[in-house]
């Protein structure tokens, strides 16, 4: 065990140089939990040959409807009041433009947030990796407390050392995703390993 908290601790402080404004703010005491221990009863179909995670669809939806209803704001306040001030009407709509930007761009093109995870008897990949179960030693979840919520994030350690994290900000759903991964993960390295 002192292999994996000697990776642990390498991968904290490897997210921490990527975001010191984060590591500055709340400190860095993730929590690592391995899939083994988050797997959940299995109440999914055995008979499935692979399983994909996709990002999380009720969150986009969201930021698109959020989207949408402050643009409709701002256009229904220029059509019904006169006396705008056109200047701070300007420096919202730029405001808004580059939110809309930036909420766009993560939803929807960010390739660190936004891939496909696939989960199979081979093994586990992404859009650009792929892992057979011989390669992978360990597979675990890191939650990193981020004011009231967390950031989580699937690591996955090799049998040669090195590792790969992967962010999980857009696969959140209503219930989460990190119990349902895990035992995907988890049936599939017992089942084909």
Known sequence: MDYLDDIHKKIIEDLDKKDVLTERLFGSNGTFILTSELRKSNSFSTSLQFKIFKPSNPLMITGVVIIIIAWLFIFYSIA???????????????????????????????????????????????DDQFFTWSQIHETSILEIPLGKGHAEYLIIILSNGDYWNFDLSNFRGFFGVKKTLSSYIEHYKSAYA
């Open 80 to 126: 019904t009041f006169d006396n705008l001030n056109q200047g701070a009407l300007g420096i919202v709509m730029l405001s808004m433009f580059l939110v809309t930007v930036g909420l766009l761009w993560q939803l929807f093109y960010d390739p660190t947030l936004n891939y496909m995870l696939r989960i199979d008897q081979f093994g586990l990949g992404t």
